[in-house]
């Protein structure tokens, strides 16, 4: 497991309330750090350092299927989640089927969420040198599509099966391996193409292009415009990505090829969720941690200004509402509401 310490000083002006939030060392786990939710976990931890509230130890490089169990069991205070995990967990369903559907809606029901942003779009990619030339070359080849057990492999196979017809392990071979390992996996040849949910420009390929050129396909606009596609993107923890070419920017070596002049993609949806119990000043002073440096976590990547990071109102953009079980943490509304956002009934305690 690796970590990164996120120390904390408590501020001589502070408030009170600010004070009694610093006594507190807070835990938390999300993905790889160069990605989205790696990036604004690691954001988190430094701008409530700064701001004197937590000292909080972030475990880069996990599961989320296992950290979102592990904040409903209290085992860690904070985590990263694409929402669909909530969703299976309310269900007792797919990674979750060992727990129940009693025990997994309990669960559930003990998370609330901080704040939103779109984790990535499912996208294919290659290097050039590949077999792979494209969403109709996937039959018997091997495709790295994510971590074992994590939202992200559930969803990769979900799309390669509405893009292709294709099923993980009967017509092609996935190849799954954690986050930490995801640029290695990419470069040492263990896989044919890359399945995987990629941000403009996208941190992994930013580094993975070095071995050698590489090219990545939108989703072909047919397969995209159709019932299982659109069915797919209504659901929880996806929404849709639709965007100008010229806008779908990658790392110079990566080619990105669509039919027309616009690239498409199913993207992942999700945030920062915490335990209902966190007390009220906590949540409200985390999230006003964020909302307070939205410009200087934004400046921090190339990506980060385009995952709807500050987004609250549009309910299609931040997953929440509908059948996403989550809610936002009375703490966070406060926040939201003090900076001047409007919240959602639909997304209310």
């Known amino acids: 497991m690796k970590f990164t310490r996120i120390a904390a000083a408590l501020a001589a002006t502070g408030l009170l309330a600010a004070a009694a939030a610093a006594q507190q060392n807070l835990t938390a786990e999300t993905a790889n750090a160069a990605g989205v939710p790696g990036n604004t976990v690691l954001s988190l931890g430094e701008f409530a350092s700064a701001a004197g509230i937590a000292n909080i130890q972030v475990a880069t490089g996990q599961t989320l299927t296992n950290s979102v169990q592990n904040v409903a069991e209290g085992k860690t205070d904070i985590t990263a989640t694409p929402f669909i995990l909530p969703f299976l967990l309310s269900r007792g369903a797919g990674p979750y089927a060992k727990l129940g559907p009693e025990t997994g809606a309990e669960y559930t029901d003990r998370l609330a969420v901080l704040y939103t942003y779109r984790l990535g779009a ?3 990619s290659a290097y050039n040198s590949s077999t ?4 109709d070359d996937l039959k018997g080849k091997k495709i790295y599509n994510g971590p074992p057990r994590g939202a992200a492999l559930t ?7 509405i893009a292709t017809g294709l099923v993980d392990g009967e017509d092609y071979t996935g190849v799954q391996v954690n986050w930490d390992q995801a640029v290695k996996t990419m470069t040492d040849g263990s896989a044919d193409a890359f399945v995987l949910p990629s941000s403009f420009p996208d941190g992994r390929h ?6 050698g050129a590489m090219t990545m396909w939108s989703m072909p606009k047919d397969v995209f415009e159709g019932e299982a596609a659109q069915k797919y993107m209504s659901a929880p923890g996806s929404g849709r990505l639709e965007i100008p ?4 920017v990658q790392a110079e070596g990566v080619t990105v090829i669509s039919e027309d002049d616009m690239f498409r993609g199913i993207a992942t949806v999700g945030g920062e969720i915490v335990r209902k119990e966190m007390d009220e000043e906590t949540a409200y002073q985390l999230t006003k941690a964020v909302l307070d440096n939205l ?10 200004p385009n995952v709807s990071l500050g987004e609250i109102e549009d309910t299609s953009t931040t997953g929440m509402c509908g059948a996403m079980p989550l809610k936002y943490h009375p703490g966070a509304v406060r926040a939201w509401e003090e900076a001047g956002y409007t919240v959602p009934d639909c997304a209310r305690p």
């Open 245 to 248: 070419l010229s806008e779908a």
């Open 206 to 211: 930013t580094q993975a292009v070095a071995a």
């Open 155 to 161: 969803n990769a196979r979900g799309i390669v099966k």
């Open 132 to 135: 792979v030339k494209g969403w």
């Open 122 to 124: 499912f996208t294919l």
């Open 295 to 304: 410009d200087a976590i934004k400046s921090k990547t190339p990506f980060l």
